[in-house]
């Protein structure tokens, strides 16, 4: 049958991802995805699964099918996913060449397209005044909210924050960011007033290490994606367009570059470790880029 051979070839597939790539097990359940989509549709057009009659044409078109309905980023994902299963059946004699040099790159070059549409200050302060503070969960997700807004934090670093990471006399903030990196912030007197009024209405258990705890049982430390969710349902309540986190962090940037601070100033802000990645947001701002344009030669400005 059909399924047996090819769930046979996914456990092997599986196996050596794990034993001799040493992948960790989300990049694994990513790369068995695309190798499983790939290898169930030469199946259908083929009506027989034969791994050994693949083409580079076979490789190409499935390439070209993904390219039109995912992103540019996710499309080069699947360019990695998709070399890494034609190596595997290259390294196991399954097929007679090397197909994974037959998969294209794709193009998609930095600062080519323009930063997704921010959201205004005025939105901001719109989102945050949708919660109930009266409330346990609505003090935990306003707090969580002005960390998001007010410090640009990403959904994984709120949900790490513990404790021991608030400096309260200092008034600072360490955050615990990517690549286990610990970067010390200011603890802003309104972010500062949202955790002390979230921390002092009884949470459970009191004695827990991180700041953020779930309201239902089992207590716990939040998980990330809850911050999105905080968010969402904040967007609903102020009539707003439905957006993320992360929205929030272009909107903090946007807000920066309008007041006069300088991509130096948001980098660090932001926590870049490239200062190429803050200069995304320099292209936000259309006025000050009308006054360094250059006129079209031979045309008034």
């Known amino acids: 049958p059909l399924a047996t051979a090819l769930g046979e070839l996914m456990d092997e597939y599986r196996s050596w991802m794990f034993q001799e790539r040493g992948l960790a097990p989300t990049t694994v359940h990513r790369y068995e995805n695309t190798a499983r989509r790939f290898l169930e549709e030469q199946c259908h057009s083929s009506g027989v699964f034969v791994p050994s009659a693949l083409t580079g044409a076979d490789v190409n078109a499935f390439l070209l099918r993904e390219c039109n309905r995912v992103s540019a980023g996710s499309a080069k994902g699947r360019v990695a996913e998709l070399r890494a299963v034609l190596r595997f059946l290259y390294l196991q004699g399954i097929t007679e060449l090397r197909l994974g040099s037959a998969v294209p790159p794709v193009g998609g070059w930095r600062l080519a397209t323009l930063p997704p549409p921010t ?165 936000a701002d259309f006025d000050s880029l009308r006054q360094v344009a250059q006129p079209w030669p031979g045309t008034a400005r």
């Not at 306003?142 to 513990?162: D, Q």
């Not at 979230?198 to 779930?214: E, K």
């Open 119 to 283: 959201v205004s200050a005025t939105d901001v302060q719109l989102l945050l005044d949708s919660f109930d503070r009266s409330t346990q969960l609505g003090a935990r997700d306003f707090a969580i909210a002005m960390l998001v807004a007010r410090l640009g934090l990403r959904s994984i670093e709120v949900a790490r924050l513990e404790l021991c990471d608030m400096d309260w006399r200092a008034g600072e903030l360490v955050v615990r960011g990517k690549a286990r990196r610990q970067d010390r912030m200011p603890l802003l007197a309104g972010v500062g007033e949202a955790l002390v009024a979230y921390l002092s209405c009884g949470r459970n258990p009191a004695d827990a290490v991180h700041v953020f705890l779930t309201c239902r049982a089992p207590r716990g430390p939040i998980r990330a994606d809850l911050v999105g969710d905080v968010i969402e349902r904040a967007c609903k309540r102020a009539g707003l367009p439905k957006f993320g986190p992360h929205r929030l962090r272009h909107a903090l940037a946007g807000e920066m570059l309008k007041q006069g601070a300088g991509l130096t100033a948001i980098s660090q802000v932001l926590r870049h470790q490239d200062l190429a990645t803050t200069a995304l947001y320099a292209k």
